[in-house]
């Protein structure tokens, strides 16, 4: 037996020694667990009811809210800490765990969760506990009163230890505890997740696509090692973010496809982890070739992201680009990158991430361009898949694509309008490429 539950055993036991002393004419005490750790006692001796905390190493009466009656610490149980704990054990841990990290099964949030207790405020935390939400839990308000809410919203907060503003990103364990599904990487493949970033996050990406050959046909592949001998479109971006909320980023992508900078602001309005029903980003950026000289396109688009189950999340991403360009293979000198007249267009793409292990996701997207696709010589759709290893703060993706693009324009665009004749469009001309994302600070 481990030298804590020792002392639980011994503490109880004295517990037990000191109710028996007291009421010394009745019969033998009745105990019974209040939770599922085992850590609260209920005594009944002698027709009273005596609540033992093993864990905090207090006894009290029941109902009682002596000054007397005192921990080990000196807190007072009748205090709004205790008093808030013990509503929690009784109303809250069927649902919450007794250990406020919620239940997976059950979809509860973990509230020793720095990413959950800093997207939820106090005033949240008590209307949520006064209201309930719909389906999921019931409402407190005609069952507890004001302090007896404001108690147990303070006690909620105690679950959470240090500063719970220092990062939003959670580890496996805690992902599936929240019952929200958390994306690895700021995109699936080319797709953006929409994941929020931490304040004064600092996050570097690369992309690499191998578009020049396709990966499993033709001869001599396996010498070039399913294509990853041809040339890489490399591309690189930083992301920071200046809020909980906003996030600022720089993208560019190499001179084989115009050789263009976006620049991009991007805000999240909701979040799975503020109790709210789903995920929801805008993004607004400007991308210009040739480094930021010439044909510019802006775009805005709209994330949308929803827990299927914890180990799942689907993603759809209207977007609207403007005076879009074609996206081709040009030189490596400036005048070589061509001047294209610029289209309108608009793409739906929709994407889904499932974890397979709790470090391992299987990632898919597709995105249509729905409107004036034709006019950029856009025939089929953009797609990609493959598997990404999520690691803390890092995330590595292995993927099969047809779209050489990475920036808003340009990742609805394929093989084929990048120039490859012989079925870029279909199967048998996918090609690989991988994706590195590293949160520095």
């Known amino acids: 037996m481990r030298l804590h539950d020792c002392i639980r055993a011994s503490f109880l036991a004295a517990a037990l020694l000191l109710a028996i002393r007291a009421n010394a004419d009745d019969q033998t005490p009745q105990v019974s667990y209040l939770d599922a750790s085992h850590s609260t006692v209920l005594l009944n001796v002698n027709g009273k009811q005596y609540i033992v905390d093993v864990a905090a190493q207090s006894v009290r009466e029941k109902g009682a809210n002596s000054p007397a009656t005192q921990s080990s610490s000196g807190q007072r149980p009748g205090g709004p800490s205790s008093a808030g704990a013990e509503l929690f054990r009784e109303h809250c841990a069927g649902c919450h765990g007794v250990d406020g990290k919620g239940i997976g099964i059950k979809g509860t949030p973990d509230f020793t969760s720095q990413s959950v207790q800093s997207g939820l405020s106090d005033q949240q ?39 719970t503003r220092k990062s939003r990103y959670l580890t496996p364990d805690e992902a599936y505890r929240s019952g929200v599904y958390q994306p690895g990487d700021d995109v699936l493949v080319s797709l953006p997740t929409g994941r929020p970033l931490d304040r004064h996050g600092f996050y570097a990406n690369f992309s690499h696509r191998f578009a020049s050959d396709p990966a499993f046909t033709g001869p001599g592949k396996g010498g070039e090692l399913f294509g990853l001998d041809s040339v890489s479109i490399s591309s690189f971006g930083i992301r920071y973010g200046v809020t909980d909320n906003l996030s600022v980023a720089i993208w560019r992508s190499p001179s084989f496809v115009g050789r263009p900078i976006q620049i991009m602001a991007a805000y999240n309005l909701l979040d799975e982890h503020r109790e709210q029903p789903l995920n929801m980003a805008v993004r607004v950026s400007i991308e210009g070739q040739n480094n930021f000289e010439k044909s510019f396109t802006e775009n805005i688009e709209t994330i949308f992201s929803r827990t299927l189950f914890p180990h799942a999340q689907l993603y759809v991403v209207p ?11 040009d030189g490596l000198r400036s005048r070589q990158i061509l001047d294209f007249p610029g289209t309108d267009t608009v793409s739906v793409g929709v994407g889904a991430s499932v974890d397979v292990r709790p470090t391992v996701a299987l990632v898919a997207e597709i995105i249509p361009t729905v409107h004036n696709g034709t006019l950029l010589g856009i025939h089929r759709p953009a797609y990609s898949f493959g598997i990404q290893k999520k690691i803390w703060r890092h995330a590595f993706t292995l993927a099969l694509s047809n779209s050489p693009g990475t920036t808003v324009s340009q ?31």
Do not use: E
């Open 319 to 329: 977007t609207m680009s403007f005076n879009a360009r074609r996206l081709v293979q």
């Open 411 to 441: 990742r609805a665009g394929t093989r084929a309008t990048y120039g490859r004749p012989g079925g870029p469009d279909t199967p048998a001309g996918l090609f690989l490429g991988f994706d590195i994302m590293r949160q520095i600070h």
């Open 125 to 163: 935390l008590i209307d949520t506990i006064r209201k309930g939400k719909a389906g999921r839990m019931p409402a407190w308000s005609d069952k507890l009163s004001d302090a007896q809410i404001a108690s147990l919203a303070a006690y909620i907060r105690t679950f959470s230890t240090g500063d």
